[in-house]
Nanobody, 112 residues
Framework: EVRLVESGGGLGQAGGSLKLSCQAS????????IAWFRQAPGKEREGVACISNSAGTTYYDDSVKGRFTISRDNAKNTVYLQMNSLKPEDTAVYYCNYEYYWGQGTQVTVSS
């Protein structure tokens, strides 16, 4: 059974940092790219960042480029999203994604 479990969300302050984790199981983790998406209230889910299976290639949405860093530890079947210089508009539920599988999401709230 494929499982993606996000953690690390919470309340942050503008200008501050949070680090999200996505623990994966049920598939050959180091064969696949993993992505982070987010969905703010009343908005569609949007892609935030993606990392290739070997971590050699990363992609960032323009809204987070230079502030967020995606990384992975294939030995721990875990993908991370380091979020720095947080902005109130980063407030959303953040989801881990692989193929058509999704985690349950973790809430990030940024206060101004």
């Amino acid at each position: 059974e494929v499982r993606l479990v996000e953690s690390g969300g919470g309340l942050g302050q503008a200008g501050g940092s949070l680090k999200l984790s996505c623990q994966a199981s049920g598939f050959t983790f180091d064969d696949y790219a993993i992505a982070w998406f987010r969905q703010a209230p009343g908005k569609e889910r949007e892609g935030v960042a993606c990392i290739s299976n070997s971590a050699g290639t990363t992609y960032y949405d323009d809204s987070v480029k230079g502030r967020f860093t995606i990384s992975r530890d294939n030995a721990k079947n875990t993908v991370y999203l380091q979020m720095n210089s947080l902005k109130p508009e980063d407030t959303a539920v953040y989801y881990c994604n692989y193929e058509y599988y999704w985690g349950q999401g973790t809430q990030v709230t940024v206060s101004s």
